[in-house]
């Protein structure tokens, strides 16, 4: 890329970087730094501005970045991810979002808790909660250091892992110094702008195929090498059972996953009511599903006008897809209107990667401090004491995440999401939806749920081709295969579900089904809720 790019581009990611720290800083001033203004924000936001934060929080970079670069590479199959991650949100509207509200203060486990022994559900489920918000920062900084690579060449892999670590650390900053309000702030921003952006592009793509959406997907297939096959299922993972399988594993992990969610969940704790929460969904849906939409214009566009193999060329994964369309959109390279509309793209991008990677860190913090820590003290912190801890837990995660994202910087972010939600469907929903619906649920039952999901799905990823017996692997001149499927959703998502059934039929405890009519009934009708 020319200087022009470099620079133009560097300045609109500063600019960003400057507005979120102001206002990171206008929110933060003059508050009490209790619990619930940092886990919470007050609980003061409007159905608006939450379903705003939350799409913000959910149009991840492999939203935009991931999910366009395979369908550029593999047509209908990449496709599948963007109908997978849209339809998760009706189970979220209609299983989740006022229940959790109603029965939790800010995380997971305090759902869970509200009719088990409240120390070992803690424990196991903050263990789970922290093992996906990590997956999950993988995938983001892997997006970062695809974004600044293209920007600076692809020569630098200093850069890269600089890029990396900036990223951690503003991430840090975000959350210590703001908490929940200046993140849902941020959140916000960064949706309006990319919504903006895809807006744009999506627009400016039609236009250049004169509005006729057909002759947009027969040359994305004539470019393609694959003709009709571009178009039709099976391109990615109709090559044999194990691809369809695979298909199949990664269809249940998206479906389910964004209801186990840890940074999804703590955001129906910052609206006043459950009412207010499912309106926010509402909103999300409407938000989400409009974009996803853009996402299939700006894959195929890049088929068409890019080519999948310039896009393979610039990075191995597809994720620099959306920035290349940008840059042939706006002229080519050498162009100032490629130099402009790729510079707004690529800060877009970046802004997208700041503000989810702060909710992120949020949610997974919370869940050291609130879930961990205070189970592991035996008794309660102090409200302030706990948000220290969280702050300082902030760091901690950050620190793994930048590791974790130097190692899987060549994985599509789109790809590594889908782990994450694998993780999240497998640990953390079987013992949500056991939690919130059966009567005879108990304390070993809610454990076991956890780890039975959690464990399988971490495993199973250790010996699956994505580590290991690939030139695509985390480590290409290793082989300790035994598991052939790419996502263990197919598998561990009913193993967390039959752990639990099986932890509560084989337990000597009596459930409380006092408690859970208590839990039930202000699940439902919210009364006693915080």
Known sequence: MTGEHQTLALVLFSGFVAVTLAITTWVSRGRHGSAEEFYAGGRLFSPMENGFAIAGDYMSAASFLGISGLIALYGYDGLLYSVGFLVAWLVVLFLVAELVRNCGRFTLADVVAARMRKRPVRIAAGTSSVTVSVLYLVAQMVGAGSLVALLLGGTSEAARAWTVIGVGALMVLYVTWGGMRATTWIQIVKAVLLMGGALALTVLVLTRFHGDFDRLLRTAADRSGHGAAFLAPGLKYGGDWTARFDFISLGLALVLGTAGLPHILSRFYTVPTARAARRSVIWSIGLIGGF???????????????????????????????????????????????????????????????????????????????????????????????????????????????????????????????????????????????????????????????????????????????????????????????????????????????????????????????????????????????
């Open 292 to 530: 996803y939409l853009m996402t299939i214009v700006l894959g195929f566009g890049a088929a068409a006008l890019v080519g999948p193999d310039a896009v393979r060329g610039s990075n191995a994964a597809g994720n620099t897809a959306v920035p290349l369309l940008a840059l042939d959109l706006g002229g080519g390279a050498d162009s100032t209107g490629g130099t402009v509309l790729f510079a707004i793209v690529a800060a877009v991008a970046f802004a997208t990667i700041l503000a989810v990677v702060a909710g992120i860190t949020l949610a997974s913090s919370a869940s050291v401090a609130h879930d961990l820590y205070a189970s592991l003290r035996r008794e309660r912190s102090a409200p302030r004491g706990e948000v220290a801890v969280a702050r300082v837990a902030a760091a901690g995660v950050g620190a793994v995440a930048i590791a974790l994202g130097l190692l899987a910087r060549d994985l599509n972010v789109a790809f590594l999401v889908g782990l994450a939600f694998a993780v999240a469907a497998s640990a953390n929903l079987p013992v949500l939806l056991y939690s919130l619906f059966w009567r005879d649920f108990t304390t070993r039952g809610a454990v076991w749920a956890v780890y039975g999901g959690l464990i399988p799905a971490v495993v199973l990823v250790l010996l699956s081709p994505v580590v290991s017996g690939g030139p695509d692997a985390l480590f290409p001149h290793l082989d300790f295969q035994v598991f052939p499927l790419q996502n263990p959703g197919l598998v561990s998502i009913p193993l967390g579900f039959l752990a639990g059934w099986l932890g509560t039929v084989t337990s000597a405890e009596e459930p409380d089904r006092a408690r859970h009519a208590e839990t039930e009934v202000r699940s439902l009708t919210g009364a006693g809720a915080a």
